[in-house]
């Protein structure tokens, strides 16, 4: 294992917040279809209640629990000051009156402050759907799920999903040699790709370039295992052949 260097890893995070910003419109429009996953877990939502959903991207999530008649508060945090701006829209474009409240942060996973994160509540869910294959350096994706172990109560679930492009031949020939950003392989750990973004280029005709860890059972058994959480369930779902994205839900161990 490779421990990335801090200034990599601020390079990595600027790397996708650029993209997020630059493109967040483009990407939107692509996802605001829930994921049959998404759809799958939303089931072990409560009615009412605090979910917290990390990375919300542009909050469509609140499309199932508007149809659930989720009646709790939903807080949406997300590094891209401009996907919340799309979550606020998502919200306010909900048919009829939803019937739960909503609070939206922008939050820097890697970046910002976790004692000053924006709200504090006693969190029935936690979930963070395609989020974590975004965070680079083994050293931050354990200390994040740290937090999230803190945040939760007993018995509370965390719910995520992360994205395993290698499982499609068409994303995988997007993979990118780490040079096309001045980075070499050896400065980032196993695991980790570079992706291109062919949905549109900017408006100064820039491509888009987005950092990735593809993430194995293994390692998130290890992660799991360290942190002090059992894996109550896995599976594969999304995208053509059922298997773009890895979902897990976690528990607090029990002493």
């Known amino acids: 294992m490779i421990l990335v260097d801090a200034g990599i890893v601020e390079r990595i995070v600027a790397l996708n917040r650029e993209f997020y910003q630059t493109f967040s419109e483009s990407f939107s429009s692509t996802r605001y279809q829930v994921q049959p996953g998404v759809r799958r877990v939303s089931k072990r939502f409560p009615a009412s209640g605090n979910i917290l959903d990390v990375g919300c ?3 469509n999530l609140m499309q199932i629990l508007q149809k659930n008649g989720f009646s709790g508060t939903y807080v949406g945090v997300d590094f891209s000051e401009n ?3 799309e979550s606020q829209h998502t ?3 909900l048919d009829g009156h939803p019937a739960f409240q909503t609070h939206f942060s922008v939050f820097d996973l890697v970046m910002s402050d976790w004692n000053e994160f924006p709200v504090e509540m006693d969190w029935d869910v936690i979930c963070a759907f395609a989020v974590f294959h975004h ?4 050293e931050n994706r354990s200390r994040i799920f740290r937090h999230i172990h803190s945040m939760l109560r007993p018995k509370s679930e965390f719910i995520f999903s992360v994205w395993q492009p290698q499982n499609s031949k068409r994303l995988a020939k997007r993979f990118q040699a780490w040079n096309e950003v001045g980075l070499l392989e050896s400065d980032v750990d196993e695991g980790d790709f570079l992706l291109d973004w062919k949905a549109e280029q ?4 820039k491509v888009g370039f987005r950092y ?3 993430y194995n059972d293994e390692e ?3 992660l799991a295992a360290e942190i002090g959480f059992s ?5 594969y779902s999304d995208g053509k052949g059922g298997n773009l994205g890895l979902y897990q839900i976690w528990q607090e161990k029990d002493n």
């Open 57 to 59: 991207g542009n909050g």
């Open 83 to 85: 996907l919340i701006k």
């Open 91 to 93: 919200f306010q474009a």
């Open 135 to 138: 965070i680079p350096g083994k």
């Open 202 to 205: 900017s408006a100064d005709n």
């Open 212 to 214: 990735v860890h593809i």
């Open 220 to 222: 998130l058994q290890e």
């Open 231 to 235: 894996i109550i369930e896995r599976f």
